[in-house]
């Protein structure tokens, strides 16, 4: 399955805060049970690239991270919903135009790509 394109915005300074449900071929629900996520956002592909962010399902004392329970961190696992959340004091921290970032979820050694796209950052001017 190839993963699925996605951009958006970032407003520095502001919250970001998204939901994807991730489905199987059949539009059925993933279990995320045994599951975690990653994600990174990037200048460009692979490690070369300068690395901005990285977010992952164990989330950060401000809430930056990959929540499996959904962006209200109350769904159930068996609902496939990764909330994607960068706290205000992380975005106010950014400082690229445009980048590029992929959204993965790892099972053992199975690794999934479900998203990947460009990031817009839309800076701030009250500080």
Same mark, same amino acid.
């Given at each position: 399955?190839?993963?699925?394109?996605?951009?958006? %915005? %970032?407003?520095?300074?502001?919250?970001?805060?998204?939901?994807?449900?991730?489905?199987?071929?059949?539009?059925?629900?993933?279990?995320?049970?045994?599951?975690?996520?990653?994600?990174?956002?990037?200048?460009?592909?692979?490690?070369?690239?300068?690395?901005?962010?990285?977010?992952?399902?164990?989330?950060?004392?401000?809430?930056?991270?990959?929540?499996?329970?959904?962006?209200?961190?109350?769904?159930?696992?068996?609902?496939?919903?990764?909330?994607?959340? %960068?706290?205000?004091?992380?975005?106010?921290?950014?400082?690229?135009?445009?980048?590029?970032?992929?959204?993965?979820?790892?099972?053992?050694?199975?690794?999934?790509?479900? %998203?990947?796209?460009?990031?817009?950052?839309?800076?701030?001017?009250?500080?």
């Amino acid at each position: 399955m190839a993963a699925g394109k996605y951009s958006f %915005i %970032i407003e520095q300074g502001a919250t970001t805060d998204f939901e994807i449900v991730w489905k199987d071929g059949n539009g059925d629900v993933v279990d995320l049970t045994n599951y975690h996520a990653r994600m990174q956002i990037r200048s460009d592909y692979g490690a070369n690239g300068t690395l901005y962010a990285s977010l992952s399902s164990s989330l950060d004392p401000d809430g930056t991270g990959l929540n499996l329970s959904g962006s209200n961190g109350t769904n159930p696992l068996s609902s496939g919903s990764i909330g994607v959340f %960068i706290s205000a004091a992380s975005s106010s921290a950014f400082n690229f135009s445009e980048a590029k970032y992929d959204l993965e979820v790892v099972s053992g050694s199975y690794v999934t790509r479900l %998203i990947e796209g460009k990031v817009k950052l839309n800076k701030e001017v009250t500080v």
